[in-house]
């Protein structure tokens, strides 16, 4: 049946300030848009949908996330904002609770919230000495071990640092309990696989999650498990959601025997390239960094993957249709990825930096000369304010430069990296609009020459995150032709101070032009 949505403020997302009254949804994608009397006429049998005075915009595209490990992490313990007391609670609860042997797995804790140091191995092992724990910090590049688990990892005093990675050692030279980088990818790689039956659970109820946040759409981290759980999810009946995935680069050579190419598959689940990570990250001090951090004589981070080796998977990937995603937080890591776009060409390719957190000012333009989308995490920016200030001081200036680089002309696509941070969109387009976090009105807007519009911080969750993975021509606007993926809210977040967005909520989300959600 045609539908008409009408009674509410419809922005295509096309042009800004262009709002219609109402919108023809025919087969799944849009028919027309304009004023309600004329739609009426072009159907007059369809049913109706009435906004009631919402507001209706493109459903949303997170550009960037870990979905399968977001919708099995609910199934974990979640440490998000917990203290360390609470942490060492919420595990000392787990063992109580579970047979010894059994693995205590958890995700989200962040040290740089606690005044106490580095984490210690010792505080686990007072806790549970007869079960192995794993516990991965916010920002995923750090996981702590206890005792137990480094044992059952085969992690002593003597084993060696991987490239790329950190095993730390206490003054004594024993382990610490602290694994970093490619370290803690090893760790993570060999935790318990959870089953068939678990993994497709939790993707259902991670799409779950995201329609209910007017997601209809995801650019998903992750290699086999997600790509084989969602083929699942597909041959067991109809999906209401976009999956577009990036393999790790350990598959790439396995691609090109294939002869597999970016943009392979269907709207429902399409491979977009192979991930690489240049560098760690902010909140484990492993960002590659031009300089040292504030207060070291030395120390620039780490490097995991150095400029030669990134110009050789790029040449590679490239020349074998397969699109770059690159990891790069510090300005030493954005230069050296920069370099080897720059050095190879994109082959007509959308080439990606991931999370471009802070750009030595003369490469900011680089990315659109090189073609090159800016794939950005706006909640991220303000929860960063006081550890960047502290680490990386005036360097800050160009940190999220989500103005410099639209100003430039770069591509910019917005996600959340979910389970690092909220899949809330209305929390992100908030830290991209005031650049200061939801539960501090009062406090100045940080490095506010970098803030961006409502208008533009949308498009980056909709046109932009479409374009980036080459969809633009089929979704991420609601021009008459594309899909009609929508989303309903209860304000018009167009016409309003930011502030508004904290009184926002969705009230359906649409896929294909049937309701997927409903608040």
């Known amino acids: 049946m045609d539908v008409i949505v009408t009674n509410g403020n419809i922005y295509t997302m096309e042009e800004e300030g262009a709002v219609y009254q109402a919108m023809l949804v025919r087969s799944g994608s849009v028919a027309a848009v304009g004023e309600a009397e004329d739609i009426r006429t072009l159907a007059p049998r369809a049913n109706l949908v009435d906004l009631q005075g919402g507001t209706v915009l493109p459903s949303f595209t997170d550009a960037h996330l870990h979905f399968l490990s977001f919708g099995l992490g609910l199934e974990r313990l979640r440490l998000e904002g917990a203290s360390l007391e609470e942490t060492l609670a919420m595990v000392k609860e787990a063992a109580g609770e579970s047979a010894p042997g059994q693995w205590i797995i958890g995700r989200g804790f ?22 192995p724990v794993a516990l991965i910090s916010k920002d995923g590049h750090t996981v702590w071990l206890n005792q ?5 990892m085969g992690i002593t005093a003597d084993t060696p640092d991987p490239k790329g990675g950190v095993i730390e050692r206490d003054a004594s030279g024993q382990f610490s309990g602290l694994c970093k980088e490619t370290a803690a990818d090893a760790i993570v790689s060999q935790l318990p696989e959870p089953t068939a039956s678990e993994k497709k659970k939790a993707l259902q109820t991670a799409i779950k999650h995201a329609h209910a946040h007017g997601i209809t759409a995801v650019h998903t981290m992750e290699g086999r498990d997600t790509w084989e759980t969602w083929q699942e999810l597909i041959r067991s009946g109809p999906v209401d959601f976009r999956g577009w995935l990036a393999a790790p680069v350990s598959e790439l050579d396995a691609l090109r025997r294939l002869g597999l190419q970016g943009g392979f598959g269907s709207e429902y689940l399409r491979f977009g390239g192979v991930k690489i990570f240049a560098d760690g990250s902010l909140g484990s001090q492993t960002a590659w960094m031009l300089q040292p951090y504030e207060g070291e004589q030395q120390y620039t981070g780490v490097v995991v993957t150095d400029e030669k080796e990134l110009k050789e998977l790029v040449r590679t990937a490239n020349q074998g249709g397969i699109p770059v995603l690159v990891h790069a937080i510090g300005d030493g890591a954005n230069r050296a990825v920069l370099n080897a776009l720059e ?9 990606r930096i991931e999370h471009a957190q802070l750009l030595d000012p003369a490469d900011v333009p680089r990315l659109a000369a090189v073609n090159a989308a800016a794939s950005m995490q706006p909640t991220q920016c303000p929860m960063d304010r006081y550890m960047a200030e502290r680490h990386w001081g005036e360097r800050c200036r160009t940190i999220y430069p ?8 770069t591509l910019v696509a917005f996600g959340s990296d979910s389970p690092v941070e909220s899949l809330d969109v209305m929390l992100g387009l908030y830290s991209a609009v005031a650049r200061k976090q939801w539960t501090e009105p009062d406090t100045n807007p ?3 020459h970098e803030a961006i519009s409502v208008y533009e911080a949308i498009r980056a969750y909709t046109y932009g995150s479409a374009a980036a993975a080459g969809e633009a021509h089929y979704r991420g606007t609601l021009a008459p032709g594309q899909r009609a993926d929508f989303v309903v809210l209860s304000q018009d977040i167009l016409a309003e101070d930011p502030e508004i967005l904290k009184e926002t909520e969705v009230l359906a989300t649409f896929f294909e032009g049937q309701q997927v959600f409903e608040r």
């Open 402 to 409: 989500f103005r410099s680089l639209l100003d430039h002309g």
């Open 148 to 152: 137990l688990a480094a044992e059952q």
């Open 446 to 448: 940080w490095r506010a």
């Open 110 to 131: 962040d040290a740089n919230l606690w005044d106490c140091g580095a984490p210690r191995r010792e505080w686990l092992d007072e806790k549970t000495s007869v079960h």
């Open 343 to 351: 050095a190879e060409g994109s082959h007509g390719l959308i080439n």
